[in-house]
Nanobody
Framework: QVQVVESGGGLVQTGGSLRLSCAAS????????MGWYRQAPGKQRELVAA???????RYVDSVKGRFTISRDDAKNTVYLQMNSLKPEDTAVYYC?????????WGQGTQVTVSS
């Protein structure tokens, strides 16, 4: 059974940092581009960072220069380093393939940034 498990969220003050991890079972990372998504209360889920199999990265404008996505295929893990966090970054963060697959949505990890 394919599983994607996110971790690393928490409560942090404005300007702080967090590192999210996404552990994926099976061969998800080896055959797919991956992405970090987030959903804030009352808003639609959005893709904030993506990384291709070859390593090409792209980011939504609101996180450029602050977030860094990376992948370690040997560990079947995708990371999201988040620096200079802002209250508007508060959301549940999810990891999935890019484009996303329904079967791979996990529980997500809550990130809360206090002002």
């Amino acid at each position: 059974q394919v599983q994607v498990v996110e971790s690393g969220g928490g409560l942090v003050q404005t300007g702080g940092s967090l590192r999210l991890s996404c552990a994926a079972s099976g061969s998800i990372l080896s055959i797919n581009a991956m992405g970090w998504y987030r959903q804030a209360p009352g808003k639609q889920r959005e893709l904030v960072a993506a990384i291709a199999r070859a390593g090409t990265r792209r980011y939504v404008d609101s996180v450029k220069g602050r977030f860094t996505i990376s992948r370690d295929d040997a560990k079947n893990t995708v990371y999201l380093q988040m620096n200079s966090l802002k209250p508007e970054d508060t959301a549940v963060y999810y990891c999935n393939t890019n484009p996303p697959m329904v079967a791979y949505w996990g529980q997500g990890t809550q990130v809360t940034v206090s002002s």
